[in-house]
């Protein structure tokens, strides 16, 4: 894995798109995947062609980690379950809300109200994100009570009732929320590495659907964009470690102005850096990243 930081966001931009341009010259029969988030994917894709009207995409692609998750499931045999659109799930949260409305606390009258439903939709949807659990927030509940906070207690509470009946639904309908599509993604990576080691990493003996994924031996994965306003999610950094021990190279950017030498360290200096310098130090940490500077 390669870490590559600097101040500049652009430079960091137009370090990759060079990349992947010569990865397009050097290894025209490899696949490259730039994962970034959904709002840059247009603008990264426009100024790739516009620095240098000649370049092509062939088996490159600029993805987010969503569309990159589906990418996936479609390139290695299908996703096995049902993906949902935003509108489905907030129709499955209100009907969860009415049929458990006698055990919410906080929130029993409060789907009248018609923000009410998106704002639970956009809360349940980072708990998913962030891998949270029911039982996680029972015990925030119970802690909450504890430190005499009874109203933030009932509604830490409503939200574990509401978590757990609709991770239920969606198991027994086979659907997969578009908040799962990238734990459900990184199950799948997981799977296959134990595959692997079941067979030595023979990937001839593999047996489908993991030796559709065959392809991910020789690819190059480019990740940009994040370690700026957030880090990674706990789904996409579990993606992240799976690819960094499948794939030819890994290539991650961070915005900041140094390498912090510890995750206290990291946390001084300019408040709008700090984002990507924790990124730098967990990568380092967490895989011995080798660590590039650009501009």
Known sequence: MRVIYGENRRLLAKQLRNEIDAHHAGRPY??????????QKAGLERQYFAEDSSRSLMLEEVLSFRRFALRLAELGGGAGRKSMSAGLQSFYLGRIMAEESSRLQ??????????FLTMISEVIGDFLRYEIQPGQLREAAEAARRDGEPRFAERISDYAVILEAYLRKMRTAEALPGDLVLGDLAARLER????LIEVNQDWSRLTFPWNQYEFLRGSSIWIHGFGISRSLTPQESRITAVLHRLCHEVVLTTECERVPTSLADAAKGPAHFRPG?????????KFGARVESVG
């Open 277 to 285: 310098r924790q990124l730098l130090w967990s990568l380092q940490e």
């Open 106 to 115: 906080a929130f029993g009258k409060a789907i009248l109200r018609p923000s």
């Open 192 to 195: 296959l590495e134990e595959r």
């Open 30 to 39: 490899s696949r490259g995947f730039l994962l970034v988030p959904e709002q």
